[in-house]
Structures are given as C-alpha cells and as structure tokens.
C-alpha cells in the first residue's frame, strides 16, 4: 500500500489551524474541506464541508442528486476532487485509487455488495487481504472472533449465495473491518434491510464507534438518522447546508426541511373513494421462491376498483413472490389469478399487460427496464408491438411516444437515443411508472415503487398512484416503508411466511399491532381480521 | 522505486471503436517490424509487397474481397449470436456443415440450369449451418448448457464428417485413390463479378446490410437487444428468452453455413478437409473487434482479408506466413490494449508493491 501523501503545494498540514475545533485538540478524524467536484454538465459538489469526530456516527442526508454519494466517493477515492482538500486524522490526503484511501483507513460499503456467492463468508472477507496461503480453520475462527468482537452475528464457514441481504451486508462491514478500516462509510446500507436487520445494524455500528472508530452513514430515512446517529450533516445541490448538527437537538422535521430546502411536505391522506368491483382476485395461491421453497401458502385477496391495499411484512415473507406470480414472471404452484374477471393463471406477462395490468417491479434496473438500451427503447418495452410498420419499428412514432411520456411523467433526461444508464434513480423510476401508467391501466402492482428515492421522487411517484387509484384503478402496492403505506393504502394487508395474516384500516390501525402482526404473532392486539373470507369475499 | 498502475478513468474517452483499431493497427505494423527485421527482411519492401498485392490494384482488390466475405459472414455469424450475449464458437464447423449440404446437392444436381443448382446449394448449405447449430441452441434454450463447449465441440464433429465423407462415398473414382471429393462442375460455381472477384462478395455484403438493417429497424432486433440487455426484462415485456436463444443461434449457424457453400462454390474447386481455413476462428476475432455490429463486421472483415492475403503474398520473398498470423493476433492487442485504455490511465506511482489494476 502506498503511504499517505503529504501535501504538495496545496498547503494544509497536520498543524493546519482550520483543522482545529476537536475535542482535547484531537484533530477530526475525517475532514472534507470545500470540496468541488464537476462532471460534464454538472456540479455535483460545489464547496461541500464534512467534519467528523473519532467514534461518531455521523449522517450525511441528501436528496437524490445532493451530491452525497459523490461527496463520499471522493473520501474513499472512487473519485478525485477538482478542489478542496480530503484530510484524516488532520493529515491532507490525495487518493488514487479505493485502495490508497483504505491504506489511510478508510473503507467503503457500497450499495451494491461486491462478494463472491460461491465462497464462504470468510473466503469473502479475507479475498485480496492475505497474502499467504492459510489454513481455512484459523482464517473462518479469525474471521469469527472479529465478528464477535462488533457483534456482527455470521457463520464464517458459510457460503455467501445462502445469505439474506443483511447477512451479507455484515460481511461488507466486516470486509472492511479485516482491512483494518477506522473509518467506515456507508452508502444507504438500510435500503436493502428489514426493519429489524436496520435496528441491528444500528446496534453494530454504535458498537463500531464505541470502540473508537468512525462511521459515516447515508440514508434517507430521517428515523434511522435520529436513532443511530450522533450527528447529521445535510446536504443540498452539492453544497453543506447544515454541518455536523447534533441529532439530540434536532429532529426529523428540522432535518427533511434542510433536506428539502422548504418545510417538509405533509401527506395528507388522500380521502378514499368507494371501491366498486373486484379487478384482481388471487385465491388459493401457492408459488415457490427461487430456492425451490413455499413462499406463498394458499394466499388469498382481493383488490376492487378505485383503492390502494397496501402490503406490509418483514421482507422475504412472499411478497416479492406475490408480486411477480401476479405480474406473470413466477409460476404458479396452485391456485387461481383473475384479473378484470377472467382467469389470468397462466397468461403470458403480455397478455396481462393488455388486459390492463400495470406492473413496477422491485428491481427497476434488471427487470422493469434495460439499462443498456435508449429511453426511447426503454419507454416503449411494454407497447413496441404498437409501433409497427410491418416487420419494422417506426422509429418516429416510438420517439414521439416517449416524448411525450417523458414530458408528462416529467423525466429529466438526456437525449431519448441516449442509454438511460445515465439517468437518476428518481427519473428511471418516473420513467418506468409512466411507462406503466400511461395506457390507463385497471390494475397496478406496484412493488417498493419508492424505495431509494428522494423526498419529491416519493413524492410524485405517489401522487401518480393516488390519481390513478382515482381514475377507478386497483392498485396493489407492497412496500417496506410502513408509513407510506398508511398514508396512501386503503386497506393494510400483513404478509407473514406467505399468507395474510392480517388487515387493518390504515385510519385507524395501530402501529404496534401491526408489528406484531408482520413478526407473526397469532393473537395481535389491532384489529385484524380472518383474513381469507374478508378479502377475497368482500 | 516507481511502478505503473492503471487508474480508471472517470469518464471514458471518446473516439470509439474505429480508433481503437487504428492504434491495434499501428502497434501491429511497428511490431511487425521488429519481426521482419529480427529475421533479416526489409520491412518496407515487405509492408509494401503486401499492400500491392491486397489493395494495390483491381485484381488484388478481387482477391482480397473474395477472402473478406468468408471472414466477413463468419464473423456476422458470430456477431448475431454476441448481439444477444451468446457466443457462437461453432462457425468453423458450421462452415463445414454448410459446404457439406452445398456439395450434397451439386452431386445430385449436375444436369440442372446453373441459377438453380447454385440456389439449392446455398440454401442447403444454410440449412446445414443452421443444424449444427441446432442441438446446442435446444440445449442452451431449453436446459441451459453453455452454448460455449457445445458449438465449439462439434466444429470437430463437422470436419471428421467431412474426412469421412471424402475418404468414403465422395471420394473421386477418378482420383487414383487419393481421398478427394470430384471438383465441381461448372454449373454448381458462382458466377464472376470482376477479374477473380465472385458474386458471393455482393450475397455477402447484402446478407450484412440485411442483419444490419433487422438489428437496428425491426422490432425483432429490438427484442434482441432487449434480451441481451437483460434476460429478466425481456421476460417482464414478453419476449420469450427460449424462442429467441433458439431462433438466434440457428440462425447463427446459418449465416456460417452460408459462408461455406459461398466459399464452396465460389473459391474452392472441391470439398476439401480444410476449406474453412479457420475462418470461423477469425470471425470471432472481427465480431469481437466490429463490437458485435454488423457494420463494423464488413469493415474489419475487408482488413482481414487484405492483411491475409498480404500475408499469403510475402511468402515468395521468404517470409514465413505466419506473419499475417501474427500480425492479425497483433491488431486484436493492440485494439483491446486500447480499449482498456480508453477506460484506464496509465500512472506511475512511488511504491514497492506490485502492480494491479485498481
């Protein structure tokens, strides 16, 4: 590994005066100073500061497009800064590569875990860090007693493909961990967990920082920040909008309105409508998941015209199953799906589409578009038979199609040729529900349509489904974030190892009783109901 | 102690493909040079004989199309399957298999018009390239077995057919026992189209234009790209993965086969053992290099030609012809070299351990 770089002529040192302001004089542990960051057409940081005490755990907020993630990118070396200065510990550093930044102590968890699923949780976490051949015995007992150590439960002797998500994100940690990283940086790492993986991972990385190292966490989720963090600092069109605030003397309103750079929007429950007939039925389903295992259990329910139901369950009860069986992407064990009252069991996704079935699925990026090919190709996935001159496609008509889905939809985008690998998370996914929505479609399955976007991406996302809802369609939304499904849904329908096990009016539900309902608790003090007969009979 | 490392580059540069292969094409000619020299030529009288006798004039021009279009529909061949992610490693063989079907029916046809016994052999010989591949798209499609092994196994298959037909039931009574096929009659051979050039340059190129124009115009070349953007979102629109695996490494085979009854009926006197002369080998090289893009398939597949037939030349001089080899393994370093680099920058770095790509 390469040492640290001293400055050149940039100036800063470790007894540069700005460095100051720690406790006992102990310089902070990560300094960003005006930092300046431009890509083509864009400033994605224009001067932002990051000051980050040892054995903190310290947020960094933003919406999509703040600039967080190229912030921290350029603290771990993906990227260099145009201006501004990186310094740890109060030494100026100039990163190379990811590795130059881990040499100096900084370690990345990425989004996207970078493992290897046919080996073993040790294999993963020691791949590249040891130098000599080993014996697997002393490398997994090593790589367990580390874990122990952070509390971060794993079998080290365990192949990683046998991994849920957070398993496999504590692998990520402890692969940064075994490199001996003093700071770690997260990069939205609750996005792929459950509610109750995101409270251990809490507890592990106050235990991290405890032990005096430094975490910097990028979320979203204003809740997660308050509970895990001792610090925030927030972020808004590349710029620092709120340094180093102490979470004890703020609070989530304060932190969404810095975010936004307004006062928060409030979500006022849209008001219901009466629900008229029954569009999607699903009676008696079973699906297996990808392991050959039962991940829908005789599920039954109904969705009618004109309301939301919302899904809620710790991820991994069948949801994501329920979903593509209804979509016609997962094969159906038995039972029955009819959509607008004709049996649609084993109709092919198109045929679904064309009965009026919207779908957004959970994966954006590798199912619902294809990231290599243009916006134009991508807006008409669902309706390129329409755009046919014979055995060609018109290329005219299919460009004026996503002209005007990007124009309505409001996607912000390059050129339509352009692959669309260079938009957004927030306009792929306006792109894709627009896509959807666009032919006025009698059902919607909508699977975590807002997971990952920002404050105004959830914002229109909803405001899409809502008025859909509104034009009399049956909308079946599964969704992770129990508060936007008490805002938008109708009716809450809890999913626990593959059944409704319960359903509550989201007006009136509790909140406790609905968790205790997704953690499968028989006698849930709410008000649920049997669920079979009620929904599917209603 | 300094060291170089490649350091990506935040954005790639631009230029593309065309300069790619133009640096792939220079650092082979400078390198060639160190070979001819190292072997006592004069390099320039060497480079020289080559481009006169690949491009110098019309009959050069000939003879180095009639060598592209081989290079040219394998590497199409290559390209249609790689478009959807596949790769069709079975072109050599699938070039037999095609010969095989265009020989079957110029022995039957002998006494038929010439357009006639010429279409039957070409569209037999499309057929035969279309069933070698057929058992590994079935059992890509279906089970999903790496079409890799499969399609490259059986090129062994098709030319130990082709040793047995003509050592067997083919071979020549009029060939004093030597296993040779009978040379063709004059009916089952293309017609010319300038000095040595055949009119299987102009088949070829409107086969090209025609995949090139269903590729990027057709609705079925959109569910192609779909497919091979994303297996997962292909299925999500409606397309279905197996009936496209299937339709396309078929049809992969067939343009191969194509090449070999082309190449039958045009350039060879008979069916010989090695009338498909690696083309199929170097038509993953110009796939690779043409980006899987028909258009750039005809434009690498033209060079190749001339740099072989360039090399077939030199021989006289008393150059080995592995030159052109090495000088066509040469353009596809250099090419990929600078592929990398587009994306990589060289540094050099202060430090002792090893190098690596970051």
Redesign the interface.
């Known amino acids: 590994m390469t040492e640290p770089q001293q400055p050149a002529a940039t100036g800063g040192s470790p007894s540069d005066p700005e460095s100051g302001g720690a406790p006992a004089g102990e310089p902070p542990a990560v300094e960003l100073l005006d930092v300046w960051k431009r890509f083509p057409g864009v400033v994605a940081n224009a001067g932002a500061h990051l000051r980050v005490h040892r054995g903190s755990v310290h947020a960094v907020l933003g919406e999509n497009g703040a600039g967080k993630s190229t912030l921290m990118n350029v603290l771990s070396g993906v990227y260099r800064p145009d201006e501004g200065e990186v310094r740890i510990d109060g030494v100026a550093h100039h990163f190379r590569t990811p590795a130059d930044a881990l040499a100096a102590g900084v370690g990345m968890v990425h989004q996207e875990f970078r493992l290897v699923p046919s080996f073993t949780v040790a294999e993963n976490v020691v791949l590249g860090a040891c130098n000599r051949i080993v014996r697997r015995a002393a490398v997994e007992s090593a790589v367990g007693a580390l874990a122990e150590r952070f509390g971060l439960a794993t079998e080290p002797d365990r192949p990683v493909w046998h991994l849920s998500m957070g398993e496999r994100q504590r692998v990520e940690i402890l692969k940064a961990l075994w490199r001996d990283a003093r700071i770690l940086v997260l990069d939205e790492p609750t996005a792929v967990l459950t509610p109750g993986e995101a409270d251990e991972l809490g507890a592990v990385l106050r235990h991290m920082a405890d032990d005096g190292r430094t975490v910097i966490f990028i979320s979203h989720k204003l809740h997660e920040v308050t509970g895990f963090c001792d610090e925030a600092t927030v972020l808004r069109g590349g710029e620092t909008v709120a340094a180093s605030l102490s979470v004890a003397d703020t609070d989530a309103t304060q932190l969404a309105g810095l975010m936004v750079g307004a006062s928060p929007l409030v979500t006022d429950r849209p008001p219901s409508r009466d629900a008229g007939e029954a569009l999607l039925e699903v009676r008696g389903l079973r699906c297996l998941d990808d392991r050959g295992l039962a991940a829908l259990d005789d599920l039954d329910l109904a969705v009618h015209s004109g309301e939301i139901v919302g899904i809620a369950g710790v991820a991994g009860n069948g949801q994501r199953e329920l979903a593509q069986a209804i979509a016609g992407l997962r094969s159906v064990e038995s039972g029955s799906i009819h959509l607008v009252g004709e049996d649609r069991t084993d109709a092919t996704p198109r045929q679904r589409f064309a009965d009026g079935l919207g779908y957004i699925p959970e994966d954006r990026l590798g199912v619902g578009l294809a990231p290599r090919l243009s916006v134009t190709d991508n807006a008409v996935l669902r309706t390129y038979g329409r755009h046919r001159r014979g055995p060609f496609l018109d290329a005219a008509s299919a460009t004026g199609h996503c002209r005007d889905l990007v124009d309505r939809f409001g996607v912000r985008t390059g050129p339509l040729e352009e692959p669309i690998a260079g938009l957004s998370g927030g306009n792929l996914q306006r792109l894709l529900v627009g896509r959807e929505l666009v032919g006025g479609p009698r059902v919607v399955v909508a699977a975590q349509p807002t997971r990952g976007l920002d404050v105004q991406g959830v914002k229109a996302i909803q405001d899409l489904l809502v008025a859909e809802r509104d034009a009399g369609a049956a909308i079946l939304m599964v969704s992770e974030d129990l508060d936007e499904l008490l805002t938008l849904a109708d009716r809450l329908l809890v999913m626990h190892a593959g059944c409704i096990v319960a359903e509550f009016d989201p007006a009136t539900a509790e909140r406790r009783a609905i968790g205790e309902a997704m953690i499968g608790h028989a006698d849930v003090t709410g008000d649920p109901v049997a669920p079979a007969e009620t929904t599917a009979d209603r | 102690m300094s060291r170089p490392?490649l350091?990506?580059r935040?954005?790639v540069l631009r230029g593309g493909q065309p300069l790619a292969f133009g640096i792939g094409l220079a650092v082979a000619l400078v390198v060639g040079v160190l070979l001819l020299v190292g072997s006592g030529h004069d390099p320039l009288r060497v480079y020289e004989r080559m481009f006169e006798a690949s491009l110098g004039d019309p009959r050069a021009w000939s003879v180095t199309l009639n060598r592209a279009v081989p290079l040219g529909l394998a590497g199409l061949a290559v390209a249609v399957a790689g478009s959807m992610g596949l790769w069709n490693i079975g072109a050599e063989g699938q070039i037999m298999a095609g010969a095989i079907g265009a020989a079957w029916v110029a022995r039957i046809g002998g006494d038929w018009p010439s357009p006639v016994v010429i279409t039957a052999m070409l569209a037999a010989a499309i057929l035969g390239g279309g069933l070698l591949a057929l058992g590994p798209a079935i059992a890509r499609a279906r089970i999903g077995v790496n079409e890799i092994i499969t399609t490259l196994m059986l090129n062994e298959v098709a030319i130990r057919l082709v040793q047995w037909l003509i050592h067997g039931r083919w071979k020549d009574p009029d060939s004093h026992n030597f296993p040779l096929a009978p040379m063709l009659s004059d009916n089952a051979r293309l017609p010319g189209l300038f000095e040595r050039a055949h009119v299987g340059v102009v088949l070829a190129a409107v086969v090209i234009v025609l995949f090139g124009v269903?590729a990027s115009?057709?609705?079925?070349?959109?569910?192609l790209?779909?497919a091979?953007?994303?297996g997962?979102?292909?299925?999500?629109?409606?397309i279905s993965l197996e009936r496209k695996i299937l339709t396309v490494l078929v049809l992969s085979g067939g343009v191969a086969g194509f090449a070999g009854g082309i190449e039958l009926s045009g350039t060879s006197d008979r069916i010989t053992e090695n009338l498909s002369n690696g083309f199929g080998f170097a038509g993953i090289i110009v796939a690779a290099l043409a980006l899987m893009r028909p258009s750039g398939v005809a434009a690498v597949a033209l060079l190749f030609g001339a740099v072989q037939i360039g090399g077939q030349s030199i021989q006289t001089m008393g150059v080995s012809s592995s030159v052109s080899t090495i000088l066509q393994a040469l353009i596809l370093f250099g090419a990929i070299a600078a592929g990398v680099l587009s994306r990589y920058r060289v540094?050099m770095?202060?430090?002792d351990?090893t190098g690596a790509i970051?």
């Open positions: 490392v350091v990506r935040e954005q269903a115009r057709t609705a079925w070349g959109y569910e790209r779909v091979g953007s994303s997962a979102t292909a299925r999500y629109a409606g540094e770095v202060a430090g351990t970051r």
